[in-house]
C-alpha cells in the first residue's frame, strides 16, 4: 500500500541543513498496524507529514496505491487526503465555533455530498463513538477524550483507507488514552490501515510492528512476534 | 464543496468573530452611505436651481445693455461707456415675429407711503407684458393693463407683503399711496407667491415704465425681458434681436442676451459635474473601507491559521480555501452595502423632514454605483488575503511552534 523508496526530507534553517529524514525506505501494507517511535526530534512528525501529503520529500520516491505521488497536482493530493487518509493530531484540531456535529461534518461538506446524506452519516459516526448526546456542543463543552473522540469521527468519517495518529493520547490521561487506543485499534481491526507516533513504549508495544527513529533515520523495523 | 456549504462555512466563521465583523459592517456601510447621501444632496441642489429657473418663465430672454462677451476682438476703446438701452429699443423688437412679450424694466427704489405708514421699496417699471413673461398670478384686482407703453400713469400694483404692511387687513384696491412725490392708485395685488432667484416678487411696487422712468429721471433701462414664440424660437429670437438693436443702435453691437436655457444648462453642467465629484470623494470612504476589509481578512487569517491548516488536512484544495475567504469578503461587502443603503434612505428622509423646501432624491445611479464599488473593492482586498490562507503551509499552519 504503502512504498517510500530512499525518501530525504531537508530543512534548511539559515545556512544550516536539518537532514530531518536521511535516505528512508519503507513498506508499509493495507491494513498494518505500526508505530513509530524515537526520541524528540528524530523526524517521526515529518515522517507522517509527508506520507499524509501534508509535505513532499525533497527526494526520493513516494508511491501510496502504486501511484507515485510526486506526479499529482496539488487539488489531486487534496483528494487523495480528502478521500484515503484520515489524520489525529495531539491537539485536536477541532474549529471551536463548530459543534461537534459541525466539525464531524466537514469532510462531507468538502466532498461536496448532499445534506440529506450528510446528516445519517455523522449521526452514526458519532454514535459508534458514544457522542450521541454531545453532537451539540462545541470543543469547549468537551473533555479532552471526548475531543479526541470527535477527531476519530471526523478522521473515519469518510471512510479512509488510512489513519496517521501523531501523538493521539499525548494531551490525555491514561484512561482516555486507552479508550482512544482502543477506537484506533477497533478501527483498525476492520481494515484501516493505523500508523500511530508515540513516545509511550506502553502504546508502542501494543502495535504489531515497531518502527524506532533516530537523527531522521530507521534505527530497527521489528515486527511483533504474534 | 458546494456554494451553499461555501456560504454557510463563511457565514459561521463570520458570526465567529462578531465585533470583527460589526466593525467592518459598518465601515462599509458609512461608506456607500456616504456616497449615496451626497449624491442625493448635490441632485437635490441641481433639482432646486432648476426649479427656480423654469418659475422665472419659460422660453424667457434677457437683453442687458453693454457687451460681457470676454473671448476674443480688442478691448474697448478708452472712456467708451455701452449705449443705453431706451423704451423705443425695447418696443422695437416687437417687429420680430419670434419675439411673443416684451417686457422692459426700469428698477429703482423709492420711499412709499399710505397715510402714516411709509418705507423704502424696490420699485418695477414695466409693461403688461411682464404679467405673463413672469407667470404671475393677482390675489386681487388687476395687472398694468395694456396699453401705449410710452405714456405714463398713475396706476401702481402692489406685492403681497408691501400690502400687508402698508394696509394691514385693509382693502387696498383704490386705494392712493405716495411714491416719492407721485401719487398712484392701486389696482391690483400679487398673489402671495414664493420668491424666485431672488428677486421677491412680494417686496415691491409695479407702475408702468413711463412712469418709472419719470420718477427716476432715466430713460434707460434696467434690462428687457422677452418671451420667444416658442422653445424653438429662443435661438432665432436671439439672433433678431441682437440684429435689430445693432440696426438701431448705428451697426454697434453693444447688448448682451442671455438666453434662460443658456443659463440653466450651465447651471445643470455645474451641478451635474459637482454630483460626481462628491461622489468621486465619498467613494474614498469605500475605499477605506475595503483595506480595513483587506487588514481584518489578513488578522483573520494568521488567527485561524491552524483551522487552515486542519482543512487541508482534511481534503481542502487551493480553491475551495480561496473560496472561502472570497466569500466572506464578499459577504462583509455585500451586507455592508446593503446596510449602508438602508442608512443613506433613512438620511435622506430626515434631511427630507428637515428640509422640506429641498429636493433629496437619491439618483439611481448612485445606488447601482456604490453597491457595486463596494463590492468590487471588497473583492479585490479580500483577494489578497484569501490567496494567502490558500497558500498556508499545512505543517506550519497546524504545528503550535
Ligand atoms: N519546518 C521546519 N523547519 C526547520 N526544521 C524543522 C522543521 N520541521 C522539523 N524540523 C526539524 O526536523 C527534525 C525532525 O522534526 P520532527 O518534528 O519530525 O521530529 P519528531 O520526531 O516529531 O519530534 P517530537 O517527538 O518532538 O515531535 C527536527 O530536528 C526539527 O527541528
Ligand atoms: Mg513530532
Known amino acids: 500500500m504503502i512504498r517510500l523508496s530512499h525518501i530525504d526530507r531537508v530543512f534548511f534553517v539559515g545556512e544550516e541543513q536539518v537532514h530531518a529524514l536521511a535516505d528512508v525506505s519503507l513498506e508499509i501494507s493495507a491494513g498494518e498496524y505500526v508505530a513509530v517511535m524515537g526520541p524528540s526530534g528524530s523526524g517521526k512528525s515529518t515522517l507522517l507529514n509527508i506520507l499524509g501529503l501534508l509535505d513532499r520529500p525533497t527526494k526520493g520516491l513516494y508511491q501510496l496505491e502504486n501511484d507515485p505521488i510526486s506526479a499529482l497536482s496539488n487539488e489531486q493530493q487534496a483528494q487523495v487526503r480528502l478521500n484515503k487518509i484520515g489524520f489525529v493530531f495531539q491537539f485536536f484540531h477541532l474549529i471551536p465555533r463548530l459543534t461537534a456535529a459541525e466539525n464531524v461534518e466537514l469532510p462531507l461538506i468538502l466532498a461536496g455530498i448532499d445534506p440529506g446524506q450528510r446528516k445519517p452519516r455523522v449521526r452514526q459516526a458519532l454514535e459508534s463513538l458514544g457522542l450521541s448526546d454531545r453532537a451539540r456542543h462545541r470543543p469547549d463543552q468537551l473533555s479532552g477524550g471526548q475531543r479526541q473522540r470527535v477527531a476519530i469521527a471526523r478522521a473515519t468519517i469518510m471512510r479512509p483507507s488510512l489513519i496517521l495518529a501523531d501523538e493521539p493520547t499525548g494531551n490525555l490521561d491514561r484512561t482516555s488514552g486507552n479508550e482512544v487506543i482502543q477506537i484506533l485499534e477497533d478501527l483498525n481491526r476492520s481494515g484501516i490501515s493505523l500508523i500511530v507516533v508515540t513516545h509511550d513504549p506502553a502504546l508502542g508495544e501494543r502495535a504489531k510492528r515497531n518502527i524506532v527513529m533516530t537523527d531522521g533515520q530507521i534505527l530497527s523495523d521489528r515486527q511483533q512476534a504474534p | ?401
Open chain 2, 1 to 401: 464543496m458546494k456554494l451553499e456549504n461555501t456560504l454557510h462555512f463563511s457565514i459561521q466563521a463570520l458570526f465567529g468573530y462578531p465585533a470583527r465583523t460589526l466593525l467592518v459592517l459598518l465601515a462599509m456601510a458609512m461608506g456607500v452611505a456616504s456616497v449615496m447621501v451626497l449624491t442625493s444632496l448635490g441632485e437635490g441642489a441641481r433639482l432646486y436651481i432648476n426649479r427656480e429657473f423654469t418659475s422665472l418663465g419659460t422660453n424667457i430672454l434677457i437683453v442687458l445693455p453693454g457687451r460681457s462677451e470676454t473671448t476674443g476682438g480688442p478691448p474697448p476703446l478708452l472712456g467708451q461707456t455701452p449705449r443705453d438701452l431706451t423704451l423705443e429699443d425695447a418696443l422695437s423688437l416687437k417687429k420680430s415675429p419670434f419675439v411673443a412679450k416684451v417686457a422692459p424694466i426700469v428698477i429703482g427704489s423709492a420711499p412709499v407711503s399710505w397715510r402714516q405708514k411709509d418705507r423704502e421699496v424696490t420699485i418695477l417699471g414695466t409693461t403688461a407684458d411682464m404679467f405673463d413673461i413672469r407667470q404671475l398670478t393677482m390675489g386681487q384686482g388687476a395687472f398694468l393693463p395694456p396699453g401705449d407703453p410710452s405714456s405714463g400713469s398713475g396706476i401702481a400694483v402692489i406685492g403681497y407683503k408691501i400690502k400687508k404692511e402698508l394696509f394691514g387687513n385693509q382693502s387696498a384696491l383704490g386705494e392712493w399711496i405716495r411714491i416719492q412725490d407721485w401719487r398712484f392708485r392701486v389696482i391690483g395685488v400679487l398673489a402671495k407667491k414664493g420668491q424666485s432667484l431672488g428677486m421677491d416678487m412680494s417686496d415691491l411696487v409695479i407702475i408702468p415704465v413711463a412712469s418709472a422712468q419719470s420718477l427716476f429721471n432715466t430713460e434707460a433701462l434696467f434690462r428687457i425681458m422677452i418671451q420667444a414664440k416658442n422653445r424653438n424660437a429662443i435661438s432665432t429670437a436671439k439672433d433678431a434681436i441682437l440684429r435689430i438693436i445693432q440696426d438701431r443702435h448705428d451697426g454697434e453691437d453693444d447688448i448682451t442676451v442671455i438666453t434662460q436655457d443658456a443659463i440653466l444648462s450651465t447651471f445643470d453642467r455645474i451641478f451635474t459635474a459637482l454630483t460626481f465629484t462628491i461622489a468621486g470623494i465619498a467613494a474614498v470612504s469605500l475605499g477605506v473601507a475595503g483595506i480595513l476589509i483587506m487588514n481584518v481578512m489578513l488578522i483573520s487569517v494568521s488567527q485561524r491559521k491552524s483551522e487552515i491548516g486542519l482543512l487541508k488536512a482534511l481534503g481542502a484544495g487551493y480553491s475551495q480555501i480561496l473560496q472561502v475567504f472570497l466569500a466572506e469578503a464578499a459577504i462583509l461587502s455585500m451586507t455592508g452595502a446593503l446596510l449602508g443603503l438602508v442608512l443613506a434612505f433613512l438620511g435622506t428622509y430626515i434631511i427630507a423632514r428637515l428640509f422640506p423646501y429641498f429636493p433629496v432624491h437619491i439618483p439611481p445611479w448612485s445606488v447601482a454605483a456604490s453597491v457595486l464599488t463596494a463590492q468590487v473593492t471588497g473583492l479585490i482586498f479580500g483577494v489578497l488575503p484569501a490567496r494567502r490562507a490558500a497558500a498556508m503551509d499545512p505543517v506550519s499552519a497546524l504545528s503550535r511552534r
